[in-house]
């Protein structure tokens, strides 16, 4: 599974940030964030060294769901800036050697797109076969039971139509029908509009649910749905990961590679033993289908072993690992582990075999931000709250400062920020043994050291609190151990050892006198082993 560095593909080698634009940097003060906020902050990006950056969607979107509902796939939202602002920053990320990914969000669109304004007008309009429509029921209700994600019945009546469409998610975002020739061939035309621009790839939304049972069969209860939200309630075996969706992926991926060098990621939804379904046989899919086992693990030595070695073992042979530790759907994890845990984790996801993705604020180990239920935005936990689901908490603006704003707007943000004294950007690159220092320092390695970026993955047995692995490359060979116990513990290895880097950044990189070393509570270590 090894190769040289001149065989490896950008996105293999890279880190990938994720940015919601909306929360990055406000420019003009109406409380959003915005391109020319972003702008501001390419030398930020660049100082801590990631590679790509993956924004959420800027297009023309009413914004009831983050802009994952789309008025427009190829025009900029004007609270984000115009679309020469948009060719500006990209260029300016290219000059600074930072890709750029897009949101792709293929599944559905808003309700005033033009496409559905259209499709829902008449049965007989030139659209009308470009969103999933259904005759009610015998009994005049919905056509079958599906549920939609965001709460309720997954179909809307349509009066003009006398019919019924299906939504995934909101009522205002109908999906599309991509068993129709003409919606792919659209939705290609966007894409290629992006790419034309030059941007390096698109990061697929919701890729798991594009194709719907076509006889519209019933979902089957799910027996463990006890304590789940209702829209959990039903075994999604004819909405979710049909086997006609792959087709769909892999149109998506003909048009990525009909241009040199683009990538394309996905969210895939799915658990660890589905995932490797996403990277393609015969036919490519995506790069890089999203995995965010380790956010569900248990957090102990050997649970975090068994879920990484269930990963790579579910993933073809040559399949390109993916390890995301945070976004914009997902809770903190800081929150869960703790920031101690948190500093082990920045060291396992820069050292694992695989491309590393994190979310704005979990290089600072932002927690979760309590949001008042009268300032929550997201639609989910409108329609479904009391779960705990919300993801306003993730969402909050940057907090790039201590003042009450972040530093993040001069105005009022459009979600609110937590209480000052909480982890900041400016006090933690002030500092150089912050959680902050820490992320740039293992990027910076990871740069430094091909082996971190290419050579396989070694499971150690982990025993005693001591997460530990090796990375061999031919040559090379670096290993890596996490204690992820709160006190002391030894670890012993085989061989001479030089010292890389502590997560408490506060060891001197030099040659270890016994192959035995004395962890720290929390502390993981770097060790590059002498050639034998
Ligand atoms: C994806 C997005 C999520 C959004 C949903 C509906 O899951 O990541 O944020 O709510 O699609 O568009």
Known sequence: ?????????????????EIALVSFQ????????????????????????????????????????????????????????????????LEALHAADIRLVLDLVPNHTADDHTWFVESSSSRNSAKADWYIWADPAENGGPPNNWLSRFGGSGWEWCKARRQYYYHSFLVEQPDLNWRNPDVRAAIADTM????????????????????????????????????????????TVFTDDR?????????????????????LCGEVQGKTDRIGHFYGNDRPRLHLPLNFALLDSQWDALSLQATIDAYFNAIPEQAWPVWAIGGHDKQRIASK?????????????????????????????????????????????????????????????????????????????????????????????????????LFRALIRLRREHACLRQAGYE?????????????????????????????????????RGRLLMSTHLDRPSETLPEASILLRGNEGVIIELEAR
């Open 26 to 89: 406000d420019s003009n003060g109406d409380g959003k964030g915005d391109f020319a906020g972003l702008m501001s902050r390419i030398d930020y990006l660049k100082w801590l060294g990631v590679d790509a950056v993956w924004l959420t969607p800027i297009y023309n979107s009413p914004f009831r769901d983050l802009g994952y509902d789309i008025s427009d796939y190829c025009s900029i939202d004007p609270a984000f800036g115009s679309l020469e602002e948009f060719d500006g920053l």
């Open 243 to 263: 086997p006609e969706t792959m087709d769909c992926i892999e149109f998506i991926r003909d048009v990525i590679d009909s241009y040199s060098g683009r990538m």
């Open 192 to 235: 290629r509009f992006w790419l034309d621009r030059g941007v390096d790839g698109f990061r697929v939304d919701a890729s798991a649910v594009l194709i719907k049972d076509q006889l519209l069969r019933d979902n089957p209860p799910n027996p463990h749905a006890k304590d789940k939200p209702p829209p959990q309630r039903q075994t």
């Open 1 to 17: 599974m090894s190769g040289s560095s001149d065989e490896a593909a950008w996105w293999q080698s890279a880190v990938i940030y």
């Open 459 to 495: 499971p150690l047995r982990s025993r005693d609190d001591v997460l530990a692995y090796g990375r061999t490359d031919g040559g090379a060979e670096i290993l890596v151990a996490l204690n992820i116990a709160a006190e002391p513990r030894k670890w012993h290895w085989l061989g």
């Open 337 to 437: 582990i703790g920031e101690a845990q948190m500093r082990v984790l920045a060291m396992l996801l820069m050292t694992l075999r695989g491309t590393p993705f994190f979310f704005m604020g979990d290089e600072i180990g932002r927690k979760r931000v309590p949001i008042p239920s009268d300032r929550v935005r997201d639609p989910f936990e409108k329609l479904v709250p009391g779960f705990g689901l919300c993801r306003d908490p993730e969402r909050a603006p940057m907090r790039w400062d201590d003042s009450a704003a972040g530093g993040f707007t001069d105005g009022d943000p459009w979600l609110p920020l937590e209480s000052s004294g909480t982890p900041n950007v400016a006090e933690q690159q002030r500092s150089e043994r912050s959680v902050l220092a």
